[in-house]
């Protein structure tokens, strides 16, 4: 039997099209599911090609080339520690494994030690593009050692998203910076698909119908807001049940899921001390959207305003098309801040322009925009914040007044928009010359003489005032 270029642990939707992608590309693989009917299945399903199916680990390494290549697509944490213990005796020196599932990346940096010291090379790799861009081109981003990506490029290249001929894939960097740039990509997603929701409610309460926000979002995607998560959003509107003949998406209950990626882009941000206020919004909104009984019976004794949107329609598409662009734009701008920051802490020499070009296509926040971050960053590497680039400072200085009217509109009229408000909040606050952190250094210096920094004196001095005594 002739051996495989690639093997791949998991068969579950995307590690099955993987698979087929791969295999498209002109590969043998072989293929292993602790579940031996599905791998049976999943071969017999698919004759005539270069496929091996294996029935144990033992057979699945032996039916590999050296250096053998194994990617494991199995559910992050446990698993994938369970299935790289059975592994190691296995393989041979310098074979590698690639943990292509969304895994944090303290677990990769961790793996990535323990698998060098059995003289065995790591990747991990995040995958992004779902079922569809897994057999059809995903945007891939691996960390490890420089050498070991030199090994598995043919393969993650011929397999990527092409973008201008381009592909999807780059080297980002050592260690754990795949896993976490994937992280930071979830993270942006969140923000991108809660904007997206905030608009359609307050399309809505405005009293379009769904085939109206169809058409909207479908108009959209034909301009400046062009994205996969845009064209799915028109797509949805449009898609009815065919017994009730209503829209599903008003027969969907309004309870978010999520997978932790969200979360833990928060935690690192706090780590790191670094502002993602609009992805923040987007977990938060999540969870508050999961206390689903909560929400219900605090609708009976909590009361707002009237909704009373007066707008003509036509006009408030307008303003909630430049609400939402501005809002997407510091999206990025915080979770690409967050990114730089981490890189230059780890010292992994990431390129965000780089980063940018290969989000372009296959994955989930793939967007015509991601062209403009894509040539900010390649004209200046150095740049501070994506605000700051010419390009998008002139779009957040073009649409900011319908940003506004619309963040106002939905606060007089009681309805929820978390992502809009933080992101024009972050927006005031960064070009704020003064905020009123004098005020809170004062408080902080009178009840725990924390002390504080004056105008009138040299920066890094420091001074303490006895303030008055208070009484009870």
């Given at each position: 039997m002739s051996q495989a270029d690639f093997g791949l642990i998991g068969l579950a939707v995307m590690g099955q099209n993987l698979v087929l992608n791969v295999e498209s590309r002109g590969f043998t693989v072989?293929?292993?599911?602790?579940?031996?009917?599905?791998?049976?299945?999943?071969?017999?399903?698919?004759?005539?090609k270069n496929l091996i199916g294996t029935q144990s680990l033992e057979e699945?390494?032996?039916?590999?080339?050296?250096?053998?290549?194994?990617?494991?697509?199995?559910?992050?944490?446990?698993?994938?520690?369970?299935?790289?213990?059975?592994?190691?005796?296995?393989?041979?020196?310098d074979d590698i494994i690639i943990d292509g599932g969304n895994s944090l990346y303290t677990d990769t940096e961790r793996r990535d030690a323990w698998l060098a010291g059995q003289g065995l090379r790591f990747i991990g790799a995040g995958v992004s593009g779902g079922e569809e861009g897994a057999r059809k081109g995903p945007s891939i981003m691996p960390g490890g050692p420089a050498s070991t990506w030199e090994v598995m490029k043919p393969i993650f290249e011929s397999?990527?998203?092409?973008?201008?001929?381009?592909?999807?894939?780059?080297?980002?960097?050592?260690?754990?910076?795949?896993?976490?740039?994937?992280?930071?990509?979830?993270?942006?997603?969140?923000?991108?698909m809660q904007l997206?929701?905030?608009?359609?409610?307050?399309?809505?309460?405005?009293?379009?119908?769904?085939?109206?926000?169809?058409?909207?979002?479908?108009?959209?995607?034909?301009?400046?807001?062009?994205?996969?998560?845009?064209q799915i959003t028109g797509k949805a509107l449009e898609q009815k049940d065919p017994e009730p003949g209503q829209p599903i998406v008003e027969?969907?209950?309004?309870?978010?899921?999520?997978k932790g990626t969200g979360q833990w882009t928060l935690l690192n941000a706090a780590e790191n001390a670094v502002v993602i206020s609009t992805i923040n919004a987007a977990v938060e909104a999540r969870i508050l959207s999961s206390q689903k009984a909560q929400r219900v019976a605090a609708s009976q004794e909590l009361h707002g305003p009237t909704v009373a949107i007066s707008t003509a329609?036509?006009?408030?598409?307008?303003?909630?098309?430049?609400?939402?662009?501005?809002?997407?734009?510091?999206?990025?701008?915080?979770?690409?801040?967050?990114?730089?920051?981490?890189?230059?802490?780890?010292s992994w020499g990431l390129d965000l322009g780089r980063i940018a070009s290969i989000w372009r296509g296959g994955c989930i926040i793939r967007a015509r925009f991601l062209n403009r971050?894509?040539?900010?960053?390649?004209?200046?590497?150095?740049?501070?914040?994506?605000?700051?680039?010419?390009?998008?400072?002139?779009?957040?200085?073009?649409?900011?007044?319908?940003?506004?009217?619309?963040?106002?509109?939905?606060?007089?009229?009681?309805?929820?928009?978390?992502?809009?408000?933080?992101?024009?909040?972050?927006?005031?606050?960064?070009?704020?010359?003064?905020?009123?952190?004098?005020?809170?250094q004062?408080?902080?210096?009178?009840?725990?003489?924390?002390?504080?920094?004056?105008?009138?004196?040299?920066?890094?001095?420091?001074?303490?005032?006895?303030?008055?005594?208070?009484?009870?």
């Open positions: 072989s293929v292993y599911n602790r579940t031996t009917a599905t791998t049976d299945e999943f071969v017999a399903k698919h004759p005539g699945f390494v032996g039916s590999l080339k050296r250096p053998r290549k194994i990617q494991i697509m199995v559910k992050a944490g446990g698993p994938v520690d369970a299935v790289i213990e059975q592994l190691i005796p296995l393989l041979d020196q397999i990527a998203a092409k973008v201008d001929g381009e592909p999807c894939v780059i080297h980002i960097g050592p260690g754990g910076a795949g896993h976490y740039v994937k992280m930071i990509h979830n993270g942006i997603e969140y923000g991108d997206i929701c905030e608009a359609y409610n307050i399309f809505k309460h405005a009293g379009f119908t769904t085939e109206e926000m169809a058409a909207i979002f479908n108009e959209w995607n034909e301009g400046d807001l062009q994205s996969y998560l845009i027969l969907i209950v309004d309870k978010a899921g999520q329609k036509a006009e408030l598409v307008k303003k909630v098309h430049d609400a939402l662009y501005a809002s997407k734009i510091v999206s990025y701008a915080q979770g690409l801040d967050l990114i730089k920051t981490m890189g230059e802490k780890k971050i894509t040539d900010a960053y390649r004209s200046n590497p150095a740049l501070v914040n994506l605000m700051l680039d010419p390009f998008f400072k002139k779009v957040l200085s073009d649409t900011q007044q319908n940003w506004r009217e619309v963040v106002a509109l939905a606060s007089l009229n009681g309805i929820p928009v978390p992502a809009f408000s933080a992101s024009l909040g972050y927006y005031d606050s960064y070009r704020a010359e003064r905020l009123p952190a004098n005020l809170l004062a408080q902080r210096d009178f009840f725990g003489a924390h002390t504080y920094e004056r105008l009138d004196k040299p920066a890094g001095e420091f001074f303490h005032t006895d303030w008055p005594e208070v009484i009870e």
